[in-house]
T-cell receptor
Framework: DTAVSQTPKYLVTQMGNDKSIKCEQN?????MYWYKQDSKKFLKIMFS???????INETVPNRFSPKSPDKAHLNLHINSLELGDSAVYFC?????????????FGPGTRLTVT | LAKTTQPISMDSYEGQEVNITCSHN???????ITWYQQFPSQGPRFIIQ???TKVTNEVASLFIPADRKSSTLSLPRVSLSDTAVYYC???????????FGTGTQLKVEL
Protein backbone atom coordinates (compact mmCIF):
# COMPACT_ATOMS: atom_id res chain seq x y z
CA ASP A 1 0.00 0.00 0.00
CA THR A 2 1.54 3.25 -1.13
CA ALA A 3 1.37 5.91 1.59
CA VAL A 4 1.82 8.97 -0.64
CA SER A 5 1.22 8.54 -4.34
CA GLN A 6 1.67 10.93 -7.24
CA THR A 7 0.51 10.78 -10.82
CA PRO A 8 1.96 10.92 -13.33
CA LYS A 9 5.51 9.81 -12.55
CA TYR A 10 6.82 11.40 -15.73
CA LEU A 11 5.39 14.35 -17.61
CA VAL A 12 6.81 15.69 -20.85
CA THR A 13 5.10 18.67 -22.38
CA GLN A 14 5.69 21.75 -24.48
CA MET A 15 6.07 25.33 -23.41
CA GLY A 16 2.80 27.14 -22.97
CA ASN A 17 0.77 24.08 -22.07
CA ASP A 18 -1.22 23.62 -18.86
CA LYS A 19 -0.71 20.48 -16.78
CA SER A 20 -1.70 19.01 -13.44
CA ILE A 21 0.00 16.67 -11.01
CA LYS A 22 -2.13 14.72 -8.57
CA CYS A 23 -1.19 13.65 -5.06
CA GLU A 24 -3.01 11.39 -2.64
CA GLN A 25 -2.10 10.14 0.83
CA ASN A 26 -3.77 7.27 2.67
CA UNK A 27 -2.14 7.93 6.04
CA UNK A 28 -4.96 9.99 7.49
CA UNK A 29 -2.66 12.99 7.78
CA UNK A 30 -3.92 16.56 8.11
CA UNK A 31 -1.05 18.34 6.36
CA MET A 32 0.23 18.07 2.80
CA TYR A 33 3.06 19.77 0.91
CA TRP A 34 4.47 20.40 -2.54
CA TYR A 35 8.22 20.69 -3.08
CA LYS A 36 10.32 21.41 -6.15
CA GLN A 37 13.71 19.75 -6.64
CA ASP A 38 15.84 21.35 -9.32
CA SER A 39 18.63 19.90 -11.41
CA LYS A 40 21.15 20.64 -8.67
CA LYS A 41 19.05 18.59 -6.23
CA PHE A 42 18.04 21.61 -4.17
CA LEU A 43 14.68 21.10 -2.48
CA LYS A 44 12.36 24.05 -1.95
CA ILE A 45 8.94 24.22 -0.36
CA MET A 46 6.22 25.59 -2.60
CA PHE A 47 2.96 25.11 -0.74
CA SER A 48 1.51 23.43 2.30
CA UNK A 49 -2.07 22.80 3.33
CA UNK A 50 -3.50 21.82 6.68
CA UNK A 51 -7.05 20.45 6.66
CA UNK A 52 -7.57 22.05 3.26
CA UNK A 53 -6.35 25.44 4.51
CA UNK A 54 -3.34 27.07 2.82
CA UNK A 55 -0.49 27.46 5.32
CA ILE A 56 2.65 28.04 3.24
CA ASN A 57 2.61 29.87 -0.06
CA GLU A 58 6.20 30.54 -0.99
CA THR A 59 7.29 32.91 -3.69
CA VAL A 60 6.27 30.91 -6.71
CA PRO A 61 4.78 32.25 -9.95
CA ASN A 62 1.03 32.66 -10.04
CA ARG A 63 1.03 30.06 -12.79
CA PHE A 64 1.29 27.47 -10.02
CA SER A 65 -1.95 26.82 -8.18
CA PRO A 66 -2.51 24.13 -5.57
CA LYS A 67 -5.93 22.66 -5.03
CA SER A 68 -7.01 20.57 -2.06
CA PRO A 69 -10.42 18.98 -2.62
CA ASP A 70 -10.13 17.11 0.67
CA LYS A 71 -7.58 16.30 3.35
CA ALA A 72 -6.22 13.32 1.46
CA HIS A 73 -5.54 15.10 -1.83
CA LEU A 74 -3.38 18.02 -2.88
CA ASN A 75 -3.09 18.63 -6.60
CA LEU A 76 -0.76 21.02 -8.37
CA HIS A 77 -1.88 22.81 -11.50
CA ILE A 78 0.61 24.68 -13.65
CA ASN A 79 -0.44 27.12 -16.35
CA SER A 80 1.62 28.33 -19.31
CA LEU A 81 4.54 26.03 -18.64
CA GLU A 82 8.05 27.43 -19.11
CA LEU A 83 11.41 25.76 -19.63
CA GLY A 84 12.45 26.72 -16.10
CA ASP A 85 9.59 24.69 -14.65
CA SER A 86 11.43 21.50 -15.57
CA ALA A 87 12.19 19.76 -12.28
CA VAL A 88 11.08 16.94 -10.02
CA TYR A 89 8.04 17.80 -7.95
CA PHE A 90 7.48 16.00 -4.68
CA CYS A 91 4.30 15.76 -2.69
CA UNK A 92 4.54 14.99 1.03
CA UNK A 93 2.30 14.68 4.05
CA UNK A 94 2.65 14.87 7.81
CA UNK A 95 0.37 14.07 10.72
CA UNK A 96 -0.37 17.73 11.39
CA UNK A 97 1.45 21.01 12.01
CA UNK A 98 2.86 19.90 15.35
CA UNK A 99 5.49 17.46 16.45
CA UNK A 100 6.84 15.16 15.28
CA UNK A 101 7.80 17.01 12.14
CA UNK A 102 8.17 13.82 10.15
CA UNK A 103 7.08 14.09 6.55
CA UNK A 104 6.29 11.23 4.19
CA PHE A 105 7.23 11.89 0.61
CA GLY A 106 5.79 10.58 -2.61
CA PRO A 107 7.96 9.13 -5.38
CA GLY A 108 8.10 12.39 -7.30
CA THR A 109 6.93 13.59 -10.71
CA ARG A 110 9.63 14.44 -13.21
CA LEU A 111 8.38 17.32 -15.35
CA THR A 112 10.20 18.10 -18.57
CA VAL A 113 9.19 21.17 -20.53
CA THR A 114 10.45 21.33 -24.12
CA LEU B 1 14.17 31.31 8.63
CA ALA B 2 17.62 29.78 8.92
CA LYS B 3 19.67 29.57 5.74
CA THR B 4 21.02 26.06 5.80
CA THR B 5 24.23 24.90 4.14
CA GLN B 6 25.92 21.52 3.98
CA PRO B 7 29.10 20.09 2.45
CA ILE B 8 28.45 19.04 -1.12
CA SER B 9 29.87 15.54 -0.75
CA MET B 10 31.57 13.10 1.60
CA ASP B 11 33.30 9.76 1.04
CA SER B 12 33.58 6.92 3.52
CA TYR B 13 34.24 3.21 3.79
CA GLU B 14 32.02 0.48 5.09
CA GLY B 15 32.07 0.10 8.85
CA GLN B 16 33.14 3.67 9.55
CA GLU B 17 31.19 6.33 11.41
CA VAL B 18 30.12 9.27 9.27
CA ASN B 19 29.30 12.73 10.57
CA ILE B 20 27.47 15.18 8.30
CA THR B 21 27.13 18.76 9.45
CA CYS B 22 24.47 21.32 8.60
CA SER B 23 25.00 25.01 9.25
CA HIS B 24 21.94 27.09 10.15
CA ASN B 25 23.35 30.31 11.57
CA UNK B 26 20.05 32.19 11.66
CA UNK B 27 18.02 29.51 13.40
CA UNK B 28 15.19 30.84 15.56
CA UNK B 29 14.22 29.67 19.03
CA UNK B 30 11.09 27.99 17.72
CA UNK B 31 12.81 26.11 14.88
CA UNK B 32 13.34 22.35 14.96
CA ILE B 33 15.96 20.38 13.06
CA THR B 34 15.18 17.28 11.06
CA TRP B 35 17.24 15.13 8.71
CA TYR B 36 16.25 13.19 5.61
CA GLN B 37 17.84 10.59 3.34
CA GLN B 38 17.20 10.47 -0.38
CA PHE B 39 18.05 7.69 -2.81
CA PRO B 40 18.06 8.28 -6.58
CA SER B 41 14.59 8.50 -8.11
CA GLN B 42 12.89 8.40 -4.70
CA GLY B 43 11.42 10.93 -2.32
CA PRO B 44 13.31 11.91 0.84
CA ARG B 45 12.84 9.70 3.88
CA PHE B 46 12.80 10.97 7.46
CA ILE B 47 15.72 9.94 9.66
CA ILE B 48 15.67 11.92 12.90
CA GLN B 49 14.47 15.11 14.62
CA UNK B 50 15.94 17.23 17.39
CA UNK B 51 15.82 20.60 19.12
CA UNK B 52 18.96 20.67 21.28
CA THR B 53 21.68 18.42 22.75
CA LYS B 54 21.62 14.84 21.51
CA VAL B 55 18.97 12.57 20.08
CA THR B 56 19.50 8.94 19.15
CA ASN B 57 17.32 6.41 17.39
CA GLU B 58 17.92 3.00 15.90
CA VAL B 59 19.65 4.33 12.78
CA ALA B 60 21.36 7.62 13.65
CA SER B 61 22.27 10.23 16.24
CA LEU B 62 21.77 13.96 16.00
CA PHE B 63 24.06 16.34 17.86
CA ILE B 64 23.03 19.96 18.36
CA PRO B 65 25.34 22.36 20.23
CA ALA B 66 24.05 24.87 22.74
CA ASP B 67 23.96 27.77 20.26
CA ARG B 68 22.01 25.58 17.78
CA LYS B 69 23.74 27.24 14.82
CA SER B 70 24.69 23.86 13.44
CA SER B 71 23.72 20.23 13.74
CA THR B 72 25.54 16.99 13.01
CA LEU B 73 23.97 13.79 11.78
CA SER B 74 26.01 10.78 12.86
CA LEU B 75 25.66 7.45 11.06
CA PRO B 76 27.39 4.60 12.89
CA ARG B 77 29.10 1.85 10.90
CA VAL B 78 27.89 2.81 7.43
CA SER B 79 27.35 0.26 4.69
CA LEU B 80 27.13 0.51 0.91
CA SER B 81 23.37 0.94 1.20
CA ASP B 82 23.86 4.22 3.07
CA THR B 83 25.09 5.83 -0.15
CA ALA B 84 22.54 8.59 -0.65
CA VAL B 85 21.98 12.33 -0.40
CA TYR B 86 21.35 13.61 3.13
CA TYR B 87 19.42 16.80 3.83
CA CYS B 88 18.78 18.79 6.94
CA UNK B 89 15.40 20.50 7.12
CA UNK B 90 14.71 23.32 9.55
CA UNK B 91 11.05 23.49 10.54
CA UNK B 92 9.35 26.40 12.30
CA UNK B 93 7.10 25.30 15.16
CA UNK B 94 3.60 25.40 13.76
CA UNK B 95 4.94 24.34 10.38
CA UNK B 96 4.61 27.68 8.62
CA UNK B 97 8.25 27.86 7.52
CA UNK B 98 10.40 25.09 6.09
CA UNK B 99 13.94 25.30 4.71
CA PHE B 100 15.94 22.39 3.34
CA GLY B 101 19.70 22.34 3.50
CA THR B 102 21.72 22.15 0.32
CA GLY B 103 22.21 18.39 0.64
CA THR B 104 25.30 16.19 1.09
CA GLN B 105 26.05 13.31 -1.26
CA LEU B 106 27.50 10.48 0.83
CA LYS B 107 29.37 7.77 -1.02
CA VAL B 108 30.28 4.62 0.86
CA GLU B 109 32.86 2.25 -0.61
CA LEU B 110 34.15 -1.18 0.30
Amino acid sequence: DTAVSQTPKYLVTQMGNDKSIKCEQNLGHDTMYWYKQDSKKFLKIMFSYNNKELIINETVPNRFSPKSPDKAHLNLHINSLELGDSAVYFCASSQDLGQPYEQYFGPGTRLTVT
Amino acid sequence: LAKTTQPISMDSYEGQEVNITCSHNNIATNDYITWYQQFPSQGPRFIIQGYKTKVTNEVASLFIPADRKSSTLSLPRVSLSDTAVYYCLVVRRGGNKLTFGTGTQLKVEL
